[in-house]
């Protein structure tokens, strides 16, 4: 069993930064490839961005220099910092081992004035 746990989100305003967390149980950090996700509301879920555990990273279009996924393998965690939020960046967010059904919880991320 995998257990992924999300935390970091809150209500910051339009420009501001968050720094998102999400700490993986066991040793599936290290081997897998870890993807962070998001899913507005109304909307479907989407890939923000992942890293492979050689450490190669892919950011989709919309945050593409905003956003920087992170890994640290000794605390089995994956970082998502986010600058220069803007309110389309609100959303629920969570971390996946790509390609299974492992998901957290999720946290919410709230860019408003």
């Known amino acids: 069993q995998v257990h992924l746990v999300e935390s970091g989100g809150g209500l910051v305003q339009p420009g501001g930064s968050l720094s998102l967390s999400c700490v993986a149980s066991g040793s599936v950090l290290r081997l897998s490839t870890m993807g962070w996700y998001r899913q507005a509301p109304g909307k479907g879920r989407e890939l923000v961005a992942d890293?492979?555990?050689?450490?190669?990273?892919t950011t989709a279009g919309s945050v593409k220099g905003r956003f920087t996924i992170s890994r640290d393998k000794a605390k089995n965690t994956v970082y998502l910092q986010m600058n220069s939020l803007k309110p389309e960046d609100t959303a629920v967010y969570y971390c996946?081992?790509?390609?299974?059904?492992?998901w957290g919880q999720g946290t919410q991320v709230t860019v408003s004035s």
């Open positions: 996946n081992v790509r390609g299974t059904v492992y």
């Open positions: 890293i492979t555990s050689a450490g190669t990273t």
